[in-house]
């Protein structure tokens, strides 16, 4: 009975052994990758790992408050961590896929202009509903002043509650985690287009690079959004619940985060690069 009553708590502590051990899986990984195809795939597999860190470090910016939300009872946005990341992330990605052809740096950046607008207009809706239709200002519950602005937040807290609304200072967190998991996104898209339109033609067996466009277009969509999906899920259970933004305790979390996205990104990312070159 002790054994099943006792449950471990999700990100409560550092693992230095387990970090260290997918820090060396990843290396292998990559190692993999630079024996079967050291060129054009080893790029495309380092952009993928890099956006998935990207992924994975900007969900923990991006305030959350679940179901305690929705009842004004904790300060976010009333959904889940890996919806509210995946959306961001979504609408960056198709801003980044619209720029693509004007080359990484331009596509990156509109990725993540993407991502933290679709953020800054989901926040300030969000506030406009608390405001307007709840009734409730916004205030935190994990710190006694905004990191930003320095307004106190004792006095509109309600009790009994973690604080609710969206203080300014997870408004700021939600667009900058917004910026960095569209930019992420962007580079996987990008790496991965860039990739396919070189190898397809070779492996489809086709002679006109143009033919092989949509499947290189669908192939690298598929990959970066479910490389989305994969970054989201990790990180949401190392928040394990909800979060405020870059101020909350559980942001302390996310060197962990950054060895699982590490991970996750380069064996979903040796599968992509693995499908055209062997």
């Given at each position: 009975?002790?054994?099943?009553a006792a449950k471990p708590q999700a990100g ?189 033609p070779a492996v489809l067996k086709v002679s ?11 192939a690298a969509g598929i990959f970066a959004v ?53």
């Amino acid at each position: 009975m002790t054994a099943v009553a006792a449950k471990p708590q999700a990100g409560a502590a550092m693992n230095p052994t387990a970090m260290a051990v997918g820090v060396v899986l990843t290396l292998v990984l990559i190692g993999i990758c630079y024996y079967i195809s050291p060129g054009i795939g080893l790029m495309a597999l380092i952009g993928v790992i890099i956006g998935g860190v990207l992924i994975g470090f900007g969900t923990h910016f991006v305030p959350v408050g679940g179901a305690p939300a929705a009842m004004g009872q904790a300060p976010g946005i009333a959904t889940g961590v890996a919806m509210l990341a995946a959306g961001a992330g979504l609408a960056g990605l198709f801003g980044g896929a619209w720029a693509a052809e004007q080359g990484l740096t331009m596509a990156v950046i509109t990725g993540g202009i993407g991502g933290g607008l679709m953020m800054a207009i989901t926040c300030m809706m969000v506030n406009f509903v608390y405001a307007f239709a709840m009734g409730i200002p916004s205030a935190s519950g994990k710190v006694a002043k905004d990191p930003i602005t320095g307004n106190t937040q004792a006095e509109f807290k309600s009790q009994g509650t973690e604080g609710h609304g969206l203080p300014f200072v997870s408004f700021v967190g939600g667009v900058i985690g917004g910026i960095l998991g569209g930019a992420g996104g962007t580079l996987i898209y990008v790496e991965l287009l860039s990739l396919y339109q070189q190898m397809l033609p070779a492996v489809l067996k086709v002679s006109n690079p143009a033919q092989v466009m949509p499947v290189a277009i669908s192939a690298a969509g598929i990959f970066a959004v479910g490389l989305f999906l994969v970054n989201a899920v990790l990180t949401a259970y190392n928040i394990t619940g909800t979060i405020e933004g870059f101020h909350d305790p559980k942001f302390k979390r996310w060197p962990r985060a950054i060895v699982a996205s590490m991970l996750a990104s380069a064996l979903c990312g040796l599968v992509a690069v693995l499908i055209v070159v062997l």
